[in-house]
């Protein structure tokens, strides 16, 4: 299972932290093997709720001669199993200088890695001319997974009239997933205060049945909306 997942969305505040701890969350249930790195220097997420459960890798991507060579270990990992990254907001150009001068999709092809973009959006006009932008440079080097945040917005006018989006979505058959909206902002702000993976949410003394409820549901239509993308399997 050699496949580089490349959580973005280009702009801050898309939520994309968060869908990487909902991907990260599955592969635990499912007990699937995977590398996790993170690579957001200003808010490492991943890092501060998962590091105690699993072993997250600190990572940077950037410009400049000092940082040419601190993303290769991310792409290593990847020749082994799954790797998961979270990535910070307005990384496009380091990570395309970062596979060009390494040659990277020819690497893949050799070594078997896939590429997988996981765009997340809030359907801003910002964020899906970055989506555009994205699609048209990986184009088949890299599978696009859209992922439309229902907890950022639930108006996606914007996104279904844009045609030349679509025409590309289907050009380089993008998978699309309407990820859920965690429910009670209240429970959401202390599972962040308290750094907790959500596997700990469930059975932690901090949240009541309802609140537990909550997390589980989340869980659970986001791990629906998964199977129903078909973006990975437990195999």
Same mark, same amino acid.
């Not at 490492?44 to 270990?73: H, M, S, W």
């Not at 765009?119 to 088949?140: A, I, M, N, Q, W």
């Not at 003394?205 to 537990?212: G, L, Q």
């Given at each position: 299972m050699a496949e580089l997942i490349l959580v973005s969305g280009e702009k801050g505040g898309t939520g994309k932290s968060f869908v990487c701890r909902a991907i990260v969350q599955w592969h635990f249930d499912n007990k699937v093997p995977f590398t996790t790195f993170d690579t957001d220097r200003s808010n490492p997420d991943i890092k501060r709720c998962y590091g105690r459960v699993a072993d997250v890798n600190? *990572? =940077? $991507?950037? &410009?400049?001669?000092?940082? &040419?060579? #601190?993303?290769?270990?991310?792409?290593?990992?990847?020749?082994?199993? @799954?790797? =998961?990254?979270?990535? !910070?907001?307005?990384? $496009?150009? !380091?990570?395309?200088?970062?596979?060009?001068?390494?040659?990277? $999709? &020819?690497?893949? &092809?050799? #070594?078997?890695? #896939?590429?997988? =973009?996981? $765009?997340?959006?809030?359907? *801003?006009?910002?964020?899906? #001319?970055?989506?555009r932008k994205s699609l048209e440079y990986f184009k088949l080097n890299a599978q696009h997974v859209v992922v439309k945040n229902y907890g950022k917005t639930d108006d996606w006018q914007a996104y279904e009239q844009d045609v030349t989006l679509h025409e590309l979505i289907q050009t380089y058959q993008a998978k699309v997933i309407d990820f859920p909206k965690f429910i009670g902002s209240v429970v959401r702000n202390r599972i962040d205060e308290l750094s907790l993976p959500f596997g700990e949410a469930l059975t932690h003394e901090a949240f009541d049945v309802i609140e537990?409820? @909550?997390? @589980?549901?989340?869980?659970?239509e986001a791990y629906a909306a998964f199977e129903a993308a078909g973006v990975f399997n437990a195999d």
């Amino acid at each position: 299972m050699a496949e580089l997942i490349l959580v973005s969305g280009e702009k801050g505040g898309t939520g994309k932290s968060f869908v990487c701890r909902a991907i990260v969350q599955w592969h635990f249930d499912n007990k699937v093997p995977f590398t996790t790195f993170d690579t957001d220097r200003s808010n490492p997420d991943i890092k501060r709720c998962y590091g105690r459960v699993a072993d997250v890798n600190l *990572g =940077i $991507f950037g &410009e400049g001669q000092r940082y &040419e060579d #601190t993303a290769n270990a991310i792409f290593n990992a990847a020749i082994k199993q @799954r790797t =998961i990254v979270n990535l !910070p907001a307005q990384v $496009f150009i !380091p990570v395309k200088t970062w596979v060009e001068q390494n040659d990277l $999709f &020819e690497i893949a &092809e050799e #070594t078997g890695v #896939t590429f997988t =973009i996981w $765009f997340v959006s809030d359907c *801003g006009h910002d964020s899906l #001319t970055l989506l555009r932008k994205s699609l048209e440079y990986f184009k088949l080097n890299a599978q696009h997974v859209v992922v439309k945040n229902y907890g950022k917005t639930d108006d996606w006018q914007a996104y279904e009239q844009d045609v030349t989006l679509h025409e590309l979505i289907q050009t380089y058959q993008a998978k699309v997933i309407d990820f859920p909206k965690f429910i009670g902002s209240v429970v959401r702000n202390r599972i962040d205060e308290l750094s907790l993976p959500f596997g700990e949410a469930l059975t932690h003394e901090a949240f009541d049945v309802i609140e537990r409820q @909550r997390v @589980r549901k989340f869980l659970r239509e986001a791990y629906a909306a998964f199977e129903a993308a078909g973006v990975f399997n437990a195999d």
